[in-house]
């Protein structure tokens, strides 16, 4: 064999490594970014990491509304983000159905809350209560305690109808001369309408429209709006994500 031949075989050889190498390169990328995508994607699923996230945000939102666009096929999702919220540091959670199909199944969405909740914070975690806006009544919404976590479930009928309940009653109030009509002023609409459900300080609309589906109108002056495309199959880093623009978000409420 030649000085040629042995040449030429020493380069094909090395050819051939170079190509196993960088096939063997390019496998073991492959494999980190598909870890590092599940770290990112089950991130959050251990209450000590949610726990080191809450330090990072500067201002956290005590009533999270979501406003569902989507067909829910099972409650999994949606009390999985409703728990993450909780972890987060809220303590009031609404979810508005423009369908009102989650009013007539509040008993299997309470179970399958306090399963995820179970699963985050353990036997021993706060109690929640899953109610209409006409069953919360008398619930201080902002309590800072943390012993109870209130989930509010709306529909269409909370919204403009709910407006128009609250200006018959005035009227009402004052031919029955229980309110003077000089005492009739924004601010106590503003009291009588956000008696049971405060103002969200976030709002996120899980769906491909930017609307919200006629949620009570009144409730949504000065809350931040975010947009994600879906509800089922979200992961944590998605929420957290949304909490942090709201952490750096600055809210001049019109001024």
């Known amino acids: 064999m030649g000085f040629a031949d042995i040449l030429a075989a020493l380069c094909l050889h090395g050819v051939h490594g170079v190509t196993r190498l960088k096939a063997s390169a390019t496998y073991a990328f492959t494999w980190l970014c598909s870890f590092l995508l599940y770290v990112v994607k089950h991130k959050g699923t251990k209450l000590e990491s949610i726990t080191c996230d809450v330090k990072t945000l500067t201002k ?27 972890a987060l540091g809220g303590h009031v959670v609404s979810v508005y ?31 929640v209560q899953v109610a209409t806006l006409q069953d919360a009544e008398g619930f201080d919404a902002l309590n800072k305690t943390g012993e109870l976590f209130l989930v509010l479930v709306l529909s269409p009928e909370d919204g403009r109808q709910h407006i128009v309940e609250t200006a018959v009653g005035v009227c009402k109030a004052v031919l029955q001369n229980r ?44 809350t931040e709006i975010h947009f994600l495309p879906v509800l089922r199959k979200l992961v944590y880093q998605d929420l957290y994500t949304v909490f942090q623009k709201y952490a750096s978000c600055q809210q001049r409420l019109g001024t």
């Open 60 to 86: 956290i939102p005590l009533h999270t509304t979501f406003i569902v666009q989507e067909k829910l096929e099972s409650f999994e999702d949606l009390a999985r983000a409703v728990t993450w919220t909780f």
């Open 97 to 127: 159905d423009s369908k009102g199909n989650l009013k007539k199944d509040l008993a299997r969405l309470r179970t399958a809350i306090v399963l995820q909740q179970e699963k985050l914070f353990g036997a021993a975690g706060p109690a």
């Open 179 to 222: 309110v003077k009509m000089e005492d009739i002023n924004i601010d106590l609409i503003d009291r009588k309408l956000t008696a049971t459900l405060t103002e969200p300080s976030l709002a996120i609309v899980f769906g491909g429209l930017q609307c919200s589906l006629g949620y009570p109108p009144w409730h949504l002056r000065v």
